[in-house]
């Protein structure tokens, strides 16, 4: 049974701050994607890396993938409150399109 | 937007009752998806759809069936409606289901069960 565990499951920082969240398993996955969630909302996909090693960056976002293809992190520079949200990571494997979902991470910016 | 509606967007039922959910598709895909969304466990999948009439279960199938008769239409439902089935459940579709495929989901249902 494929397992991916988030970390940490809630954050709250101040606005200028840095995070990373972390997405671990023991599973290899195709391609791992990142997901944003507002309330009331399904999530919104952010990015997806599917090479290890592989780094993508969107505005102060930056995502890596593990070369493994195990692990991903998300790491935000300087938050703003306009990032409070549920970050989700989630695993594809195999070719029906399923995909396994991390706990998610609560984020809370505070001006 | 992926146009996917659901329906209803809130239900309160009471527990041992049916309950049918909907989602509505309108770009013909062919995979679409059931997930329900609680505190702590990210969203986790109960059923999911690779075209009509062809349907498979995913981790928390227990307690739901579903049917695809249509393309455009997949539909959930809880034969007997219990409190542990309280939840946000929420339909996505895929475009294509190849490695670094995307889902695109529709905006929920929130149940509860009295």
């Known amino acids: 049974t494929q397992l991916l565990e988030q970390s940490p499951q809630f954050l709250s920082i101040q606005e200028g701050e840095n995070l990373t969240v972390y997405c671990n398993s023991s599973s290899v996955f195709s391609s791992l994607q990142w997901y944003r969630q507002e309330p009331g909302e399904g999530p919104v996909l952010l990015v997806t890396?599917?090479?290890?090693?592989e780094v993508k960056k969107l505005k102060r976002l930056t995502f890596q993938f593990g070369d493994a293809r195990k692990d991903s992190s998300l790491h935000i520079t300087a938050a703003q409150p306009g990032d409070t949200g549920l970050y989700l990571c989630a695993g594809a494997w195999g070719n029906t399109g399923k995909l396994i979902f991390g706990q998610g991470t609560t984020l809370q910016v505070k001006p | 937007d992926a146009g996917i509606t659901q329906s209803p967007r809130h239900k309160v039922t009471e527990t041992g009752t049916p309950v049918t959910l909907r989602c509505h598709q309108t770009e013909n895909h062919r995979y679409m998806y059931w997930y329900r969304q609680d505190p702590g466990h990210g969203l986790r999948l109960i059923h999911y759809s690779y075209g009509v009439k062809d349907t498979d279960k995913g981790e928390v199938s227990d307690g739901y069936s579903v049917s695809r008769s249509k393309t455009e239409d997949f539909l959930l439902t809880l034969e007997s409606a219990t409190s542990s089935q309280t939840s946000v459940y929420f339909c996505a579709i895929t475009r294509t289901p190849d490695p670094g495929n995307e889902q695109f989901f529709g905006p929920g249902t929130r149940l509860t069960v009295l």
């Open positions: 890396v599917v090479t290890g090693g």
